[in-house]
Protein backbone atom coordinates (compact mmCIF):
# COMPACT_ATOMS: atom_id res chain seq x y z
CA UNK A 1 0.00 0.00 0.00
CA UNK A 2 1.45 3.73 -0.72
CA UNK A 3 -1.10 6.13 0.40
CA UNK A 4 -4.68 7.61 -0.41
CA UNK A 5 -2.51 9.94 -2.55
CA UNK A 6 -0.49 7.34 -3.96
CA UNK A 7 3.12 9.24 -3.48
CA UNK A 8 6.18 7.50 -2.69
CA UNK A 9 9.27 8.98 -2.02
CA UNK A 10 13.29 8.21 -2.29
CA UNK A 11 16.33 9.14 -0.61
CA UNK A 12 19.56 9.14 -2.59
CA UNK A 13 22.71 8.78 -0.88
CA UNK A 14 26.47 8.84 -2.50
CA UNK A 15 26.51 5.05 -3.25
CA UNK A 16 24.13 5.97 -5.77
CA UNK A 17 26.33 7.31 -7.93
CA UNK A 18 29.08 4.94 -7.90
CA UNK A 19 27.63 3.16 -11.21
CA UNK A 20 28.14 6.75 -13.02
CA UNK A 21 32.40 6.66 -12.28
CA UNK A 22 32.17 9.82 -10.15
CA UNK A 23 34.54 9.77 -7.53
CA UNK A 24 33.88 8.34 -3.97
CA UNK A 25 34.60 10.37 -0.52
CA UNK A 26 38.05 8.75 -0.55
CA UNK A 27 39.40 9.66 -3.90
CA UNK A 28 37.84 12.90 -3.31
CA UNK A 29 39.82 13.74 0.24
CA UNK A 30 42.97 12.44 -1.59
CA UNK A 31 42.25 15.05 -4.70
CA UNK A 32 41.44 17.80 -1.57
CA UNK A 33 44.37 16.54 0.37
CA UNK A 34 46.87 16.56 -2.49
CA UNK A 35 46.12 20.07 -4.19
CA UNK A 36 47.73 19.24 -7.06
CA UNK A 37 47.50 21.85 -9.95
CA UNK A 38 45.09 23.52 -7.71
CA UNK A 39 45.87 28.02 -7.21
CA UNK A 40 43.57 30.89 -5.90
CA UNK A 41 42.31 32.88 -8.59
CA UNK A 42 41.75 36.55 -8.99
CA UNK A 43 38.15 36.49 -7.02
CA UNK A 44 39.34 34.22 -4.07
CA UNK A 45 38.14 30.78 -5.51
CA UNK A 46 39.94 27.74 -6.18
CA UNK A 47 40.98 26.02 -9.44
CA UNK A 48 42.58 23.22 -10.74
CA UNK A 49 44.56 23.90 -13.69
CA UNK A 50 44.44 21.44 -16.75
CA UNK A 51 47.94 21.42 -17.03
CA UNK A 52 51.03 21.21 -14.55
CA UNK A 53 52.06 24.42 -12.58
CA UNK A 54 54.82 25.85 -13.77
CA UNK A 55 55.51 28.14 -11.13
CA UNK A 56 55.95 27.00 -7.24
CA UNK A 57 53.10 25.66 -5.50
CA UNK A 58 50.44 28.44 -4.82
CA UNK A 59 51.14 29.98 -1.35
CA UNK A 60 47.48 29.63 -0.11
CA UNK A 61 47.16 26.08 -1.17
CA UNK A 62 50.48 25.26 0.63
CA UNK A 63 49.18 27.10 4.16
CA UNK A 64 45.89 25.12 3.90
CA UNK A 65 47.78 21.71 3.04
CA UNK A 66 49.64 22.59 6.24
CA UNK A 67 46.43 22.86 8.19
CA UNK A 68 45.23 19.76 7.05
CA UNK A 69 48.70 18.06 8.64
CA UNK A 70 48.17 19.84 12.01
CA UNK A 71 44.44 18.94 12.32
CA UNK A 72 44.96 15.52 11.56
CA UNK A 73 48.04 14.92 13.44
CA UNK A 74 45.72 16.75 16.22
CA UNK A 75 42.04 15.00 15.74
CA UNK A 76 43.16 11.99 13.49
CA UNK A 77 43.33 9.63 16.26
CA UNK A 78 39.83 9.95 17.02
CA UNK A 79 39.17 8.09 13.40
CA UNK A 80 41.78 5.85 13.80
CA UNK A 81 39.99 4.40 16.77
CA UNK A 82 36.65 4.24 14.76
CA UNK A 83 38.17 1.76 12.22
CA UNK A 84 38.54 4.95 9.45
CA UNK A 85 40.52 7.98 8.53
CA UNK A 86 39.42 11.25 7.95
CA UNK A 87 37.71 12.54 4.96
CA UNK A 88 36.99 15.65 3.66
CA UNK A 89 33.78 16.33 5.09
CA UNK A 90 35.82 15.49 8.57
CA UNK A 91 38.12 18.37 7.60
CA UNK A 92 35.42 20.54 7.00
CA UNK A 93 33.28 20.37 9.95
CA UNK A 94 36.23 20.96 12.05
CA UNK A 95 37.30 24.07 9.75
CA UNK A 96 33.63 24.94 9.85
CA UNK A 97 33.36 24.60 13.65
CA UNK A 98 36.25 27.16 13.94
CA UNK A 99 35.36 29.41 11.38
CA UNK A 100 31.94 29.53 13.48
CA UNK A 101 33.19 30.07 16.94
CA UNK A 102 35.27 32.73 15.57
CA UNK A 103 32.93 34.62 14.13
CA UNK A 104 30.78 34.20 16.88
CA UNK A 105 28.31 32.53 15.69
CA UNK A 106 28.32 29.76 17.74
CA UNK A 107 29.88 29.32 21.04
CA UNK A 108 32.20 26.69 22.41
CA UNK A 109 34.91 26.72 25.20
CA UNK A 110 36.73 23.47 24.05
CA UNK A 111 36.83 25.00 19.97
CA UNK A 112 38.11 28.00 21.32
CA UNK A 113 40.32 26.49 23.24
CA UNK A 114 41.90 24.32 20.39
CA UNK A 115 41.66 27.80 18.16
CA UNK A 116 44.05 29.41 21.03
CA UNK A 117 46.25 26.31 20.58
CA UNK A 118 46.62 26.13 16.80
CA UNK A 119 47.57 30.27 16.60
CA UNK A 120 50.19 30.08 19.82
CA UNK A 121 51.28 26.36 18.83
CA UNK A 122 51.17 26.21 15.46
CA UNK A 123 52.18 30.33 14.66
CA UNK A 124 53.31 29.46 10.88
CA UNK A 125 50.12 29.00 9.75
CA UNK A 126 48.95 32.84 10.32
CA UNK A 127 52.19 34.65 8.84
CA UNK A 128 51.65 36.93 6.45
CA UNK A 129 50.76 36.22 3.21
CA UNK A 130 52.35 38.96 1.30
CA UNK A 131 55.05 41.31 2.27
CA UNK A 132 54.07 44.08 4.47
CA UNK A 133 50.54 42.50 4.97
CA UNK A 134 49.14 41.97 8.62
CA UNK A 135 49.27 38.18 9.59
CA UNK A 136 46.11 36.16 9.10
CA UNK A 137 43.53 36.10 11.62
CA UNK A 138 42.17 32.85 12.86
CA UNK A 139 38.72 33.49 10.55
CA UNK A 140 40.96 34.28 7.57
CA UNK A 141 42.13 31.12 7.16
CA UNK A 142 39.22 29.13 8.01
CA UNK A 143 37.25 30.89 5.35
CA UNK A 144 40.04 30.01 2.43
CA UNK A 145 40.02 26.80 3.61
CA UNK A 146 36.39 26.32 3.16
CA UNK A 147 35.96 28.49 0.11
CA UNK A 148 39.27 25.66 -0.83
CA UNK A 149 36.91 22.11 0.11
CA UNK A 150 34.02 23.43 -1.41
CA UNK A 151 35.67 24.71 -4.48
CA UNK A 152 37.51 21.33 -5.26
CA UNK A 153 34.43 18.94 -4.63
CA UNK A 154 32.65 20.83 -6.76
CA UNK A 155 34.91 20.79 -9.45
CA UNK A 156 35.74 17.11 -8.86
CA UNK A 157 32.01 16.17 -8.97
CA UNK A 158 31.68 18.01 -12.29
CA UNK A 159 32.85 15.50 -13.95
CA UNK A 160 31.42 13.48 -17.23
CA UNK A 161 29.23 10.00 -16.30
CA UNK A 162 30.17 7.26 -17.85
CA UNK A 163 26.85 5.61 -17.20
CA UNK A 164 23.27 6.96 -16.01
CA UNK A 165 21.70 3.36 -16.02
CA UNK A 166 21.00 2.74 -12.90
CA UNK A 167 17.90 5.66 -12.99
CA UNK A 168 16.08 3.54 -15.53
CA UNK A 169 13.51 3.39 -12.56
CA UNK A 170 12.64 7.05 -12.96
CA UNK A 171 11.05 5.99 -15.97
CA UNK A 172 9.72 3.00 -14.84
CA UNK A 173 8.15 5.19 -11.88
CA UNK A 174 6.46 8.06 -14.15
CA UNK A 175 5.03 5.62 -16.73
CA UNK A 176 3.34 3.86 -13.65
CA UNK A 177 -0.16 5.33 -13.92
CA UNK A 178 -0.97 4.11 -10.06
CA UNK A 179 1.61 7.06 -8.75
CA UNK A 180 0.90 10.43 -8.30
CA UNK A 181 3.64 11.95 -6.76
CA UNK A 182 7.10 11.13 -6.84
CA UNK A 183 9.63 12.65 -4.57
CA UNK A 184 13.43 12.30 -5.03
CA UNK A 185 15.51 13.24 -2.15
CA UNK A 186 19.21 13.02 -2.76
CA UNK A 187 21.96 13.89 -0.64
CA UNK A 188 24.43 14.49 -3.73
CA UNK A 189 26.11 17.59 -4.74
CA UNK A 190 26.22 15.95 -8.34
CA UNK A 191 23.70 16.56 -11.39
CA UNK A 192 23.24 12.39 -12.65
CA UNK A 193 19.55 12.46 -11.81
CA UNK A 194 18.80 15.86 -13.43
CA UNK A 195 21.09 14.64 -16.71
CA UNK A 196 19.09 11.93 -16.23
CA UNK A 197 15.98 13.40 -16.54
CA UNK A 198 16.67 15.59 -19.47
CA UNK A 199 18.13 13.24 -21.62
CA UNK A 200 15.13 11.43 -21.45
CA UNK A 201 13.09 14.46 -21.82
CA UNK A 202 11.19 13.65 -18.52
CA UNK A 203 9.35 16.64 -16.69
CA UNK A 204 10.17 17.81 -13.51
CA UNK A 205 10.49 19.99 -10.89
CA UNK A 206 13.95 21.13 -9.15
CA UNK A 207 12.55 24.41 -7.01
CA UNK A 208 13.85 26.88 -9.32
CA UNK A 209 11.74 29.01 -11.90
CA UNK A 210 13.43 30.86 -14.95
CA UNK A 211 14.48 34.50 -14.02
CA UNK A 212 15.73 35.49 -17.61
CA UNK A 213 17.67 34.20 -20.28
CA UNK A 214 21.06 33.60 -18.09
CA UNK A 215 19.11 32.59 -14.57
CA UNK A 216 17.29 30.22 -12.76
CA UNK A 217 16.74 31.18 -8.87
CA UNK A 218 15.28 29.22 -6.05
CA UNK A 219 11.34 29.10 -5.22
CA UNK A 220 10.61 26.63 -2.75
CA UNK A 221 6.93 26.91 -4.37
CA UNK A 222 7.24 25.80 -7.40
CA UNK A 223 7.30 22.09 -7.12
CA UNK A 224 4.02 20.85 -8.93
CA UNK A 225 5.16 18.26 -11.30
CA UNK A 226 4.89 14.22 -11.27
CA UNK A 227 8.80 14.24 -10.22
CA UNK A 228 9.94 16.44 -8.08
CA UNK A 229 13.53 16.39 -6.87
CA UNK A 230 15.08 17.98 -4.02
CA UNK A 231 19.16 18.36 -3.04
CA UNK A 232 18.97 18.43 0.82
CA UNK A 233 22.70 19.24 0.77
CA UNK A 234 22.81 21.70 -2.49
CA UNK A 235 24.16 20.94 -6.04
CA UNK A 236 27.84 21.85 -7.80
CA UNK A 237 25.44 24.32 -10.57
CA UNK A 238 24.14 26.22 -7.13
CA UNK A 239 25.78 29.74 -6.59
CA UNK A 240 24.97 32.43 -4.23
CA UNK A 241 24.35 35.46 -6.15
CA UNK A 242 26.56 37.98 -6.09
CA UNK A 243 24.50 40.58 -5.09
CA UNK A 244 25.81 43.22 -2.14
CA UNK A 245 22.28 43.56 -1.13
CA UNK A 246 20.73 41.71 1.86
CA UNK A 247 17.57 41.62 0.26
CA UNK A 248 18.64 40.67 -3.15
CA UNK A 249 20.70 37.71 -1.85
CA UNK A 250 19.34 34.47 -3.62
CA UNK A 251 20.25 31.13 -4.42
CA UNK A 252 20.84 30.57 -8.53
CA UNK A 253 21.71 28.52 -11.24
CA UNK A 254 23.65 30.26 -13.86
CA UNK A 255 23.09 29.41 -17.36
CA UNK A 256 25.83 31.04 -18.69
CA UNK A 257 29.34 31.57 -17.06
CA UNK A 258 29.82 34.76 -14.98
CA UNK A 259 32.78 36.81 -14.92
CA UNK A 260 33.24 36.67 -10.87
CA UNK A 261 33.79 33.63 -9.14
CA UNK A 262 30.56 32.98 -7.41
CA UNK A 263 30.34 30.95 -4.34
CA UNK A 264 28.99 27.00 -5.26
CA UNK A 265 25.70 26.86 -2.64
CA UNK A 266 26.71 23.20 -1.41
CA UNK A 267 26.74 22.17 1.96
CA UNK A 268 29.39 19.90 3.16
CA UNK A 269 30.74 18.65 6.55
CA UNK A 270 29.07 16.35 9.32
CA UNK A 271 28.03 17.61 12.35
CA UNK A 272 28.26 21.48 11.34
CA UNK A 273 25.02 20.63 9.36
CA UNK A 274 22.84 20.24 11.98
CA UNK A 275 23.11 24.52 13.09
CA UNK A 276 22.97 24.68 8.79
CA UNK A 277 19.70 23.11 8.33
CA UNK A 278 17.99 26.29 10.18
CA UNK A 279 19.46 28.79 7.58
CA UNK A 280 18.56 29.97 4.55
CA UNK A 281 17.90 27.45 1.78
CA UNK A 282 18.42 24.77 3.85
CA UNK A 283 15.60 25.40 5.70
CA UNK A 284 13.89 25.67 2.77
CA UNK A 285 14.96 22.19 1.42
CA UNK A 286 14.35 20.95 5.23
CA UNK A 287 10.63 22.22 5.84
CA UNK A 288 10.01 20.95 1.93
CA UNK A 289 11.69 17.55 3.11
CA UNK A 290 9.17 16.86 6.30
CA UNK A 291 5.91 18.24 4.40
CA UNK A 292 5.99 16.41 1.30
CA UNK A 293 7.89 12.86 2.96
CA UNK A 294 4.39 13.36 5.17
CA UNK A 295 2.25 13.09 1.88
CA UNK A 296 3.89 9.58 1.67
CA UNK A 297 3.44 6.29 3.62
CA UNK A 298 6.74 4.61 1.66
CA UNK A 299 10.36 5.64 1.76
CA UNK A 300 12.93 3.87 -0.51
CA UNK A 301 16.47 4.82 0.71
CA UNK A 302 19.90 3.62 -1.15
CA UNK A 303 23.37 4.25 -1.50
CA UNK A 304 22.94 6.32 2.17
CA UNK A 305 25.15 5.60 5.20
CA UNK A 306 22.97 6.90 7.67
CA UNK A 307 25.47 9.00 8.87
CA UNK A 308 23.38 12.20 9.01
CA UNK A 309 22.38 13.21 12.23
CA UNK A 310 19.70 16.07 11.07
CA UNK A 311 18.68 13.38 8.23
CA UNK A 312 18.36 10.32 10.46
CA UNK A 313 15.71 12.20 12.65
CA UNK A 314 13.37 13.29 9.94
CA UNK A 315 13.24 9.87 8.76
CA UNK A 316 12.44 8.20 12.70
CA UNK A 317 9.97 11.39 13.20
CA UNK A 318 8.52 10.62 9.99
CA UNK A 319 8.44 6.37 10.03
CA UNK A 320 6.65 6.81 13.92
CA UNK A 321 4.58 9.73 12.92
CA UNK A 322 1.73 6.29 11.30
CA UNK A 323 1.36 2.66 11.72
CA UNK A 324 1.19 2.67 7.93
CA UNK A 325 4.37 3.67 7.08
CA UNK A 326 7.46 1.60 5.99
CA UNK A 327 11.06 1.71 4.37
CA UNK A 328 12.46 -0.27 2.07
CA UNK A 329 16.82 0.04 2.06
CA UNK A 330 18.43 -1.40 -1.18
CA UNK A 331 21.64 -2.39 0.18
CA UNK A 332 23.92 -5.43 -0.52
CA UNK A 333 25.08 -6.07 3.21
CA UNK A 334 22.79 -6.33 5.97
CA UNK A 335 25.52 -6.36 8.45
CA UNK A 336 28.16 -3.36 6.73
CA UNK A 337 24.82 -1.34 6.77
CA UNK A 338 23.82 -2.00 10.70
CA UNK A 339 27.13 -1.48 11.35
CA UNK A 340 28.02 1.81 9.78
CA UNK A 341 24.49 3.39 10.63
CA UNK A 342 24.19 6.23 13.42
CA UNK A 343 23.01 4.03 16.72
CA UNK A 344 19.18 5.44 16.47
CA UNK A 345 18.98 4.15 13.46
CA UNK A 346 20.77 0.94 13.92
CA UNK A 347 18.91 0.42 16.61
CA UNK A 348 16.05 0.26 14.03
CA UNK A 349 16.80 -1.89 11.45
CA UNK A 350 18.80 -4.55 13.77
CA UNK A 351 15.09 -4.63 16.19
CA UNK A 352 12.64 -5.11 13.12
CA UNK A 353 15.44 -7.95 11.79
CA UNK A 354 15.49 -9.54 15.12
CA UNK A 355 11.37 -9.28 15.37
CA UNK A 356 11.04 -9.91 12.09
CA UNK A 357 8.31 -7.17 11.42
CA UNK A 358 8.07 -5.46 7.99
CA UNK A 359 8.06 -1.60 9.24
CA UNK A 360 11.72 -1.81 7.64
CA UNK A 361 12.67 -4.23 5.16
CA UNK A 362 15.70 -4.69 2.81
CA UNK A 363 16.46 -5.41 -0.46
CA UNK A 364 19.78 -7.62 -0.76
CA UNK A 365 20.92 -5.53 -3.86
CA UNK A 366 22.85 -2.78 -5.02
CA UNK A 367 21.00 0.12 -6.38
CA UNK A 368 21.73 -0.34 -10.24
CA UNK A 369 21.16 -4.13 -10.06
CA UNK A 370 17.28 -3.33 -8.53
CA UNK A 371 14.25 -2.42 -10.81
CA UNK A 372 11.05 -0.36 -10.28
CA UNK A 373 8.96 -3.96 -10.16
CA UNK A 374 11.04 -5.43 -7.42
CA UNK A 375 10.96 -2.45 -5.38
CA UNK A 376 7.08 -2.46 -6.03
CA UNK A 377 7.08 -5.85 -4.41
CA UNK A 378 8.74 -4.66 -1.73
CA UNK A 379 6.58 -1.75 -0.53
CA UNK A 380 3.32 -4.02 0.42
Same mark, same amino acid.
Given at each position: ?109 ? $? ?8 ? $? ?90 ? $? ?12 ? /? ?37 ? /? ?25 ? *? ?24 ? *? ?7 ? $? /? ?51
Amino acid at each position: MLDSNNNIAFLFGAGVSVPSGLYRTDELTEKVLSGENVYRNLCGGYEVSDIPLRDEEDKYVIRIKKLFHVLNNNLGGHYSFINRQMNYEDYFYFIDTIYADESMDFENPI $VAYFSDYLFK $VHSSLFEPMEEYFNSLRIIDLMKEAKNYIKDLVAHYLNKKPEDLSQFNLIENLVNDEKLNKIYLFTLNHDTLVEQYLRVNKIIFSDGFVQEN $VTTKIWNPQSFNEK /INLFKLHGSIDWSFSLSSDSYEKKVCIYLVPQRDTPETA /ILIGSFNKLPAYTKGINFDLQCLFAKY *LNECNRLVISGYSFSDQGINSRIINW *LYGSRDRKI $V /IIHKNEKDLIRDARPAISRIIDQNIIQENDLVRIIPKWFQETNWAEINSYLE
